[in-house]
């Protein structure tokens, strides 16, 4: 467009290397690069500050899933923010647009989810899981039900909870994590952890297997709740085989624990559902289900706990005070544009055309890639796809980590007008919902440029 902001792109460099520490960066060396200064967003693409312009393969940081420039998100947070900014939910107080999501929220979600708790991110959202679910099992008298099984590589966000829950490497060694009471198994990868010649279907059976092995490892009587993601997002779009999350669903059924479903990433449409535990690749029957996100498309923050019927009888009947919640828990402005990204997902039907048209336009196309002599293992479901940068196709050799392709082809995307996501083998994507086919397919021209350059 020729209304892109004008910014002094050098002087905003300085400052920003002078004085912003930007989350899970190296400031040295992005001081030595310099940020890239993005200015405008419409649809599916971004404008840096240079005037490039750039489609926005990750909506944001997976969450513009209605696309950038929504006149009505707009309208939504203004007439609140005009009406009434803030009030808060604590001391016996509401406010229409906290109460009327509240009520929204149950429509979309899968059946027998009457009740939400309101965060502003979804780490605090997992933070809010770790207490629900402790005050849950000391009100069913079971107290010594502590642990919460999670797996190696999940994201579950930044807090103390959430990087504990989360099974970051990376993210542990820097913060003495994680908290006691929560344990990990590895993730369903069958790349890293498949034997040769071992089918999907039984390659998902025994990732499973690992949960009831670790159950009997901890004590049946200790464990509380199993927590993932439906497919792991920032782990690198792990999707699991489709004999997974049923087998895990068992386990959770035969061991009685609460099943806890991650959707801050699959929920709000991303899977081409309402929530990605409702794919019938995934087909689970979570207990709480944490969301973010989505739910206002990025507009603003919110982020929440959908609390199933199990939990949240105990809760309300039996809990007394649940000492919990942020000043900003249902906060007006954000949950006003909540309701209008909800509505409009809805009303416009995103949700379904995802389903049966642009996830299969999307899977199509980028299974196209496949061809191309650095890549392999191309999968996608919903609109999050993933691929793997082999050395040699043939005999599916990996690059040495230390090489950095992964980085150098995400680089390669930005400068060819393109964000896709390098997570150490994976070249991974995320569009906004509303992605056409034309842009999916200069999508795809140019990540395959992008590709050719990193040769
Ligand atoms: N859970 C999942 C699955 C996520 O992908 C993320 C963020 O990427 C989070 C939790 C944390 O959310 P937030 O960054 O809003 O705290």
Redo the contacts with the bound molecule.
Sequence with gaps: PNDLPQFDTAALRAKDAAHHLHPFTDTKSLNAAGSRVIVRGEGVRIWDSEGNEIIDGMSG??CVNLGYGRQDLVDAATHQMQTLPFYNAFFKTTTAPATELAALLPQVAPPGFNHVFFTN??????DTIIRLVRRYWDLMGQPQRKTIISRHNA????TLG?ASLGGMSGMHEQGDLPLPGITHIDQPYQLQHGKPGESAHDFGLRAASWLEAKILEVGADKVAAFIG?PVQ??GGVIIPPASYWPEIQRICDKYGLLLIS?E??CGFGRLGHWFGCQHPHINSKPDLI?F??GVTSGYLPL?GVLVGDRVAKVLIEQGGDFNHGFTYSGHPTCCAVAIANVSALRNEGVVERVATDTAPYLKAQFATLADHPLVGDVDSLGMVAGLVLYKDNASRTLFDADLGVGYLCRDHCFKNGVVMRAVEERMIIAPPLVMTHAEIDEMIRRIRRSLDDTL
Excluded: M, Q
Excluded at 121 to 126: D, I, L, P, T, Y
């Design positions: 940081l997976w991110s979804g780490s605090e959202g997992n994201y579950h966000g930044s959430g993601e997002g920032a991650d801050v990433i944490t973010a996100k982020g």
